[in-house]
């Protein structure tokens, strides 16, 4: 996935980095890319796209703790998860994965989304980044 992430997103990151190096914890992002295939009619695919990302957004804030923060633009989202280690965010990133790839109905139309979701984990002991899916160990 590519994380080509805007300056504001990077900033509510270190932001977040650099609490976690003052409490002496663990941040973990969620970099999650949704797509949608265009049904069988065709239709609007940029207008149905933008209704099932807004959709999204909603049900992917419903499923995080109050405290961690969602960062939204154009079918991309950033999940911050505070105090959150390399092992929470798997636990997490494997929940939202089950959770939100369930269909939407937009419309008249039912859409299963298709879903990436990458992860980075900083601890206030480390710099480099942790990546769960490698077990932990530094990317």
Request: glycine share 10%.
């Amino acid at each position: 996935m590519t994380r080509d992430i805007s300056a504001s997103w990077q900033g509510r990151i270190e932001l977040h980095r650099a609490q976690c190096r003052r409490l002496r914890t663990s941040v973990s992002v969620l970099f999650v890319q949704l797509e949608i295939l265009p049904g069988p009619d065709g239709g609007d695919g940029q207008a149905l796209a933008r209704q099932l990302a807004g959709e999204f957004e909603l049900r992917l804030r419903h499923r995080v703790r109050d405290s961690d923060e969602v960062l939204a633009a154009d079918g991309t989202f950033a999940v911050i998860l505070p105090g959150a280690g390399a092992a929470e965010a798997a636990v997490v990133r494997r929940r939202l994965l089950a959770e939100l790839s369930t269909p939407y109905r937009i419309g008249l139309r039912q859409l299963r989304p298709q879903l990436q979701i990458d992860s980075r984990t900083w601890s206030h002991a480390a710099t480099a980044l942790h990546d769960p899916a490698d077990g932990g160990g530094p990317v």
